[in-house]
């Protein structure tokens, strides 16, 4: 091996792809979907493994996944959430049809269900940026610039994730869009959850993200009006394209 090569050894993931591609999995119960993330997710980090020990010239691009989904009523609690905020028993979730996970992303407990559109950005961040705190504004942004196509002021609060109403006078802050994610070697995935149509009854039986003195909003509350979720989606997907520079490539 020559020094030149050895230099270029080093040099991990230097093969740049922001090609992602886009998959639109419609309504899909929420395990087969995370059984799905965590596929594409070990794909991803078995391929930045492999081209550790490549040179540059024989690794092999890393791919991107963003996954556009609707779930069946479900609660899911993070790695740093609380059994407690869950204020159903399994008698309970039976009569509200919904399910319960305990799953591996970040933050607390959430509900995911039909109205709501949740996205899973499946990224190699080196394709982008190595930043976490950056790349979770980019969601948030994406979806606060979507919000302001229907003439809505959102943004956010200090020392809170997700996109608020409200949140400057923060006289009746409401949350209309949560986040939850997990990194490993700079891989993403789980991601956003917006209310578009969403049933926001349902988050009466837990601590949304562990946070009792704010309110959950919907997109379709806020205008008065059931809004059309395919046109959300194109917007959202817009967003999030401009913001990571990324070229989306649609997959059936």
Same mark, same amino acid.
């Given at each position: 091996?020559?020094?030149?090569?050895?230099?270029?050894?080093?040099?991990? #993931?230097?093969?740049?792809?922001?090609?992602?591609?886009?998959?639109?999995?419609?309504?899909?119960?929420? @395990?087969?979907?995370?059984?799905?993330?965590?596929?594409?997710?070990?794909?991803?980090?078995?391929?930045?493994?492999?081209?550790?020990?490549?040179?540059?010239?024989?690794?092999?691009?890393?791919? #991107?996944?963003?996954?556009?989904?609707?779930?069946?009523?479900?609660?899911?609690?993070?790695?740093?959430?609380?059994?407690?905020?869950?204020?159903?028993? &399994?008698?309970?979730?039976?009569?509200? @049809?919904?399910?319960?996970?305990?799953?591996?992303?970040?933050?607390?407990?959430?509900?995911?269900g039909p109205g709501q559109l949740v996205g899973y950005p499946i990224l190699d961040l080196d #394709?982008?940026f190595t930043d976490i705190h950056k790349y979770l504004r980019f969601l948030e942004e994406a979806?606060?610039?979507?919000?302001?196509?229907?003439?809505?002021?959102?943004?956010?609060?200090?020392?809170? !994730?997700?996109?608020?109403?409200?949140?400057?006078?923060?006289?009746?802050?409401? @949350?209309?869009?949560?986040?939850?994610? %997990?990194?490993?070697?700079?891989?993403?995935?789980?991601?956003?959850?917006?209310? =578009? #149509?969403?049933?926001?009854?349902?988050?009466?039986?837990?601590?949304?993200?562990?946070?009792?003195?704010?309110?959950? !909003?919907?997109?379709?509350?806020?205008?008065?009006?059931?809004?059309?979720?395919?046109?959300? %989606?194109?917007?959202? %997907?817009?967003?999030?394209?401009?913001?990571?520079?990324?070229?989306? =490539? &649609?997959? @059936?």
């Amino acid at each position: 091996m020559t020094f030149h090569q050895s230099i270029q050894k080093e040099a991990v #993931n230097q093969v740049i792809n922001k090609k992602v591609n886009f998959i639109d999995l419609g309504q899909k119960d929420y @395990k087969e979907t995370w059984e799905y993330q965590e596929e594409l997710f070990a794909k991803t980090v078995s391929r930045k493994i492999e081209n550790r020990n490549l040179i540059v010239s024989d690794q092999k691009p890393t791919d #991107n996944y963003l996954l556009f989904v609707e779930h069946p009523h479900v609660y899911t609690l993070g790695k740093s959430g609380e059994l407690s905020h869950l204020l159903l028993d &399994e008698n309970g979730l039976d009569e509200k @049809k919904a399910t319960f996970y305990k799953i591996n992303r970040g933050g607390d407990i959430t509900y995911h269900g039909p109205g709501q559109l949740v996205g899973y950005p499946i990224l190699d961040l080196d #394709n982008f940026f190595t930043d976490i705190h950056k790349y979770l504004r980019f969601l948030e942004e994406a979806i606060i610039l979507t919000l302001a196509e229907y003439g809505i002021d959102a943004g956010r609060i200090s020392g809170l !994730t997700g996109v608020w109403l409200d949140h400057e006078a923060q006289v009746n802050p409401r @949350k209309i869009c949560a986040l939850g994610v %997990k990194s490993s070697r700079w891989v993403t995935m789980h991601g956003f959850a917006f209310n =578009v #149509n969403a049933d926001i009854a349902y988050f009466g039986n837990i601590i949304p993200c562990g946070i009792s003195d704010k309110a959950v !909003t919907s997109l379709h509350l806020e205008l008065g009006v059931r809004v059309d979720e395919e046109e959300v %989606k194109e917007k959202v %997907k817009k967003h999030i394209a401009q913001l990571f520079e990324m070229e989306l =490539v &649609e997959k @059936k």
